[in-house]
């Protein structure tokens, strides 16, 4: 989604009911606290009362962890930047990822809120289940650990400059997806498939424009 202005203050107004805009809001520690538990819970299952091989826990939970990159990318690419249509189908993407882009710098909306978050995630659990059966106890962690690590470092890259050297293509290429082309430079947690798929920036050929990342990032506490 274009728009004219990018908001550098306060943040999106998704509903007039105060209530569901409450719902519409979250805090990274928060999801962590209902995810971790469940990771523990389904490992823990998986070696004592499923009796699977350490072995096969680590290979099928990795295998979660990569599929989530892959399902980031996809979502990401064909759901949040789906063009709408519709004045009800502008309104479901703005809703979804769209406010994100107009308003960079709220840190209530990087992450799902809990309640679509966990709908979601239930549906998700039950389909993989389906699948693979026992198998998605140990998949289906590794699946939410990657969208936990994605969230929190979406949220890294907004706050800070990247910590490490080896670190600031990741961070430079969603910058670049923000003010330069939303239709590239869809990995967040990765850039792995926008490598494969052809959607990667030419890093060695963007100027970085210092200020428009300056209004990307997250205003310092005073």
Known sequence: MKFEK????????????????????SHPLVIWGMYLPIIV?????????LEFTLLTITLV???GLLFWSLFEYV?????FHWIPKTPRSTKFVYTLHGNHHHYPRD?????MPPLPSLLIATTLFLLIRLSMGSYVFMFFPGFVLGYLLYGSMHYAIHAWNPPFKWMKPLWRNHHLHHYKNEHQGFGVS?????????????????QEDQEKVNALMFEKKS
């Open 41 to 49: 819970n389904f490992l823990f299952r998986s070696g004592s009362i």
């Open 107 to 111: 840190r209530q909306r990087l992450f």
């Open 190 to 206: 990765s850039t792995l498939w926008d490598h494969v798929f052809g959607t990667m920036f030419d890093l060695h050929k963007e």
């Open 61 to 63: 939970f990795i295998a």
């Open 75 to 79: 979502a990401h690419r064909f759901l």
């Open 6 to 25: 990018i908001h550098n203050k306060g943040q999106a107004r998704l509903f007039e009911n105060p209530f569901m805009e409450a719902l519409t809001k």
